[in-house]
């Protein structure tokens, strides 16, 4: 046996002994002084080290399906992400020699007239949650009334049919005030962005703004109904079932200009009286969480303007020639950099710009997303990644729905209608385009949802792992790409190189492929 073969065993021999030793002197194990037997091996194998015996159970290997312990993959994911690392890195040296530097300060195309209009809307837009107020003021005013007249007449606790007719009556008058005033705001705004401002982004931010100053007027006014109704209407163990957290502020005494001003300002659609509230203002938070914001914008904006766009500018003449391969390929390519926009967009707005303004706020409740990156379904990662918008639909359409009788599965059709409606409106109006595309986007993750649902609940990680990748696969490949492509095409189409070169057979470049 040569040196090497030696040492091995040798190696083996001792690391034997060492594990026995261990295992030996391991805690709760008898101290009383080992056997003669044992004894007698040791000796044994230290004298003929040779005759170890390194075969001495049944032991599966270590990937084998019938291992009793399942090994880590750490060194797997190290790998991956080097992997993942190394690659992106040629293709940003791939692409600055076929492109060279693609930043542009000055190529912004921010018009003053869109500036300005974004700016008027930013400030008009918060006016209809104060329009709001006022209507609920005056509801405050008559309910107060009501229930000073009742309490005098020794009314019962449980409203009487005149009673419920009474409030039924008012509620439609207020209710469709409400609506006017909400309808009126999200209307009015959109009509200004899709025909007076030009800028996808700034039309884009000022839409946003008033879709969540749409769903907070319906929020204040869904809840104060509710609060209004209990107040005049105290049924036996009902005002007791109402949230503690609510007790330091009962309607009316809610509804006042500071408790709407922090409602309109603090991270949530959901209004309550009452949030649960930090001490103090932790500022050196705070500036950890904008500077973070503004770090990630820069780092949106490069990958945009450096890897995005040469990607869109070159699938233009294969979107207008209907080239399916070409698309697919295309679609392939900007997967990777709409994911990586993607995720640095989300950690920008809920990990970062929400802290910081719920910090500010000293807003208590900071969650805004679960781990919705494990989700082993499509179900599971809209309930968890946009946490304020999905417990507003569920608050305020898909609760409310079921207690009328609606069955579940109607009422999650009626909530993705208004999510694929709200979503069209966000994606469309600025861009000037309302094709439908956003919309039937979020129609057909109802399908996927009962696809994946099973995925859900079998036992095991398979079913789990399968119902990940499908999610995956359908977010990163067939979701925000194709949309970025579909989106990218009419607007060019519309205004830019697409309706310049329509009808001519020239192919839409940027300085070669990507």
Known sequence: MDSATTTS???????????????????????????????????????????????????????????????????????????????????????????????????????KNDVLLGLFLYVLVPCHLFIAYLLELVAAK???????????????????????????STWASIRKAHLINATVALAVNSWVVYFHIHHPLIGTITELHVIIVYMKVLSYALTNRDLRHAYLHPVKGELAALPEIYASCPYPENITMGNLTYFWWAPTLIYQPVYPRTEKIRWVFVLKRLGETACLSVFIWFCSAQYAAPVLWNSLDKMHSLDLVSIVERLLKLSTISLV??????????????????????FGDRS????????AGLG??????????????????????????????????????????????????????????????????????????PLEKMKGPNGKLIGNVIFWVSFTILGQPFAALVYFYAWQAKYGSVSRRMGLQEPVVLSGNV
């Open 368 to 375: 805004f997303y679960d781990d919705w990156w494990n989700s």
């Open 142 to 168: 008559q309910a107060r009334i009501s229930r000073a007249q009742s309490v005098s007449r020794g009314g019962s606790a449980s409203p009487t049919k005149d009673q419920q007719a009474t409030f039924q």
């Open 9 to 111: 065993v040798e190696i083996s021999t001792t690391a034997f002994l060492r594990r026995k030793e261990e295992k030996e002197t391991q805690p709760g194990t008898s101290n009383a002084p080992s056997s003669p037997n044992g004894n007698r091996q040791k000796t044994f194998i230290r004298k003929y080290r040779h005759v170890a015996a390194v075969h001495y159970k049944a032991r599966p290997s270590t990937l084998s399906h019938d291992t009793q312990a399942s090994p880590s993959f750490v060194g797997f994911r190290n790998l991956m992400v080097i992997v993942l690392v190394v690659g992106n890195l040629r293709l940003v040296i791939e692409n600055m020699q076929k492109y060279g530097n693609l930043i542009c300060l000055t190529c912004h195309d921010f018009r």
């Open 341 to 362: 926009i993607w995720l640095a967009g989300f950690f920008a707005l809920f990990q970062s710009s929400l802290n910081a303004l719920a910090e500010i706020m000293r």
């Open 380 to 453: 599971e990662y809209w309930r968890l990644w946009n946490k304020p918008v999905y417990q507003f639909m569920k608050r305020h359409i898909f609760s409310p729905l079921v207690g009328r009788g609606y069955k579940m599965a109607t009422a999650s059709l009626i909530v993705f209608f208004a999510s694929a409606v709200l979503h069209e409106l966000l994606v469309g109006v600025p861009t000037k385009n309302i094709i439908g595309v956003a919309f039937l986007g979020m129609l057909i993750q109802i399908p996927l949802i009962y696809m994946t649902r």
